[in-house]
């Protein structure tokens, strides 16, 4: 909830007791933050003023990617018509934006940025593309192998196109039979691009394999970790991150916390393991003298960086020094942008 520091709230807020814990008119800090997440207040329930409007590069950012959104969704809705990619068009138009995005200075303002908010399929594709190309970065790939991975991760739902709506945007679980049509994606996508004139050949590989796990438990077809391309791996964990970071109309956003310690013991499946320690341990690093929100609401600094144990460092609340990786009921939740 660190989003709304420095939000009005227009309205008295009330728990579920009916008693007012935060009176009309009163400017979010970081304590009454705190106050809502103890007192499991729902921010959409709540009477705000209207944000004020970003400045400088981040609000260039939001615009680029808001524009970025919006024409991807018209040229990936051309698909259902056409049966054809409109590459001309993604490559003049989209991937530009999508390595500009990638280079954001600021790593948790950019994943902030990409977190899908409101038309997650196509917010979505974006975020997964940004994701991606910044891991490509960091994996040194030549200029050549990162232009094909940049349209690959874009490219990599595409077949969701084929999937009903209806099932794509349920605000609930699906069901047995709703998943196993969602899981075709995988090969609809394989069978749009795989003939597609000027596209390299690893690009519908990804959108087949992005599924796929190194353990052999993936879809479409339980590949093992020696026949699954690594442009589709890399996609893998990008793919995660940006799904579980992301608000879903039938789940909240996972606490970082979770989603890093989840990654890390693969509970969403087998990942490269090279892969997810080089993209977790950038993540990590850039953590240093950064302002968070713990599990417990208050606010801290990280402080120090344990080399054998990252995901769990030293920390200071107030006066108080709390080293995470012995406190193992407080976790970092959110990363703070203010």
């Not at 974006?126 to 094909?148: P, Q, R, Y």
């Amino acid at each position: 909830m660190e989003h709304l520091i420095g939000r009005r709230v227009l309205a008295d807020v009330i728990n579920n007791y009916g008693v007012t814990i935060i009176p009309a008119q009163t400017v979010l800090n970081y304590d009454s933050v705190k106050l809502l997440y103890n007192h499991k207040i729902d921010e959409f329930t709540l009477s705000l003023d209207q944000p004020p409007e970003p400045q400088g590069d981040g609000a260039r950012n939001r615009k680029m990617l808001k524009q970025t959104v919006s024409r991807s969704k018209e040229l990936f809705s051309s698909v259902t018509d056409s049966a054809s990619i409109p590459l001309t068009d993604i490559r003049r138009e989209i991937l530009p934006a999508i390595r500009d995005l990638s280079g954001n200075s600021d790593l948790f303002e950019l994943f902030e940025i990409v977190k899908a908010k409101d038309d997650y399929t196509y917010e979505h594709n974006i975020g997964v593309g940004i994701l991606a190309t910044l891991i490509g970065g960091w994996m040194n790939l030549s200029e050549d192998e990162l232009a094909v991975l940049s349209l690959a991760a874009t490219l990599h739902d595409i077949g969701k196109v084929n999937v009903p709506e209806s099932i794509l945007n349920k605000p609930g679980p699906l069901t047995d039979e709703e998943f196993e049509i969602v899981k075709q994606h995988t090969v609809h996508g394989y069978e749009l691009l795989k003939n597609a004139e000027g596209l390299h050949p690893r690009v519908a590989l990804v959108a087949l394999q992005h599924h796929e796990r190194e353990d052999g438990r993936g879809y479409p077809h339980g590949l093992d970790k020696s026949r699954i391309d690594p442009f589709s791996a890399i996609v893998a964990v990008a793919d995660i991150f940006h799904a579980m970071s992301s608000k879903r109309p039938y789940r909240e956003a996972t606490p970082f916390h979770e989603i890093v310690s989840q990654m890390r013991q693969g509970k969403f499946g087998e990942l490269n393991p090279e892969i997810v320690s080089l993209f977790l341990d950038n993540l990590m690093k850039k953590l240093l003298g950064r302002h968070v929100v713990l599990t417990d609401g208050r606010a801290a600094e990280v402080v120090y960086l344990n080399p054998h144990n990252m995901e769990s460092p030293l920390v200071k609340a107030g006066e108080q020094f709390i080293d995470l990786a012995k406190e193992r009921n407080v976790q970092i939740r959110e990363i703070a942008l203010v």
